[in-house]
């Protein structure tokens, strides 16, 4: 079973592998991709790794399994398909034998527009696909908003990133190499997003660390409480909706 993973979200490395009969793991080959785009903001935490959906863009019909590799996983060996599973995601997908070539059919299978069919047998991983959807997808007029909490997000210590990755980028390395702060903005981004719309129990659940544990980090990096630090994560995202588009405070606290 061999999946070509032809584009990916995110500027990060993709591995195509295929699961042997036996369940064991080959390694096909390594590929570097810098495609990117706002609309493909499709994020999900798994085991404290910020992993990166991604789908096949060929024309043909298709019905299979995807791997999602996690960024700076790619240089670890896969050799069995236990190792596959803890740093993957798997999922089953479809797509239609007449689906557009254009770069934006990914984005339309998620807004509505119904060319690509993700079928996701875990309620819980459904659940968040469907939140991530409501945060990520919402159309054009939030594509301001998405640059600027990027923006917001940049700023962050490199603390958030580390319960992301554990391989937190040194300040030499955010300065020097642009792959690697772009990668880092991308991962605390995705903290800052999450974190705007999740408990301190969720969060830490998510990072596969206690919420005393979370509360201390917090608090250790930031000076503050996990409630502190969310009201003012959600206050920034207020201002900037109110910066960048027409909606009223009210339709804003909704959505907050």
Known sequence: MRYDLDFFIGSVTCMLVELQPDNSVERRQGKYYEHYHPCFE???????????????????????????????????????SEDARKMTLTIDISRPSKAAEADCDFYNAFSGGGVLSVSVKDSLLEEELLKLKRLSMTGD???????????????????LYHLLSKEAPSKTELSKDAAITREYEI?????????????????????????????RIIKKSYGKSYREKLLEIRLEIAVSFLRDTDKSIAEISEEL
């Not at 085991?47 to 789908?55: K, M, Q, W």
Request: proline letters at 3%; aromatic letters at 8%.
């Open 42 to 80: 499709l994020h999900y935490i798994e085991r404290g790794e910020a992993s990166y959906l991604c789908g096949s863009k060929t024309t043909e019909a298709s019905t299979g399994t995807l791997l999602i590799i996690p960024p700076r996983m790619y240089h670890k060996e896969l050799s069995s």
């Open 187 to 215: 991962d605390t981004f995705m903290a800052l997003n999450f974190m705007s719309n999740s408990s301190r129990d969720e969060l830490a659940e998510k990072l596969h660390v206690s919420p005393r544990q979370l509360h």
């Open 141 to 159: 007029s939030d594509f301001i908003t998405r640059e600027k909490m990027r923006a917001l997000a940049h700023t962050f210590t490199v603390d």
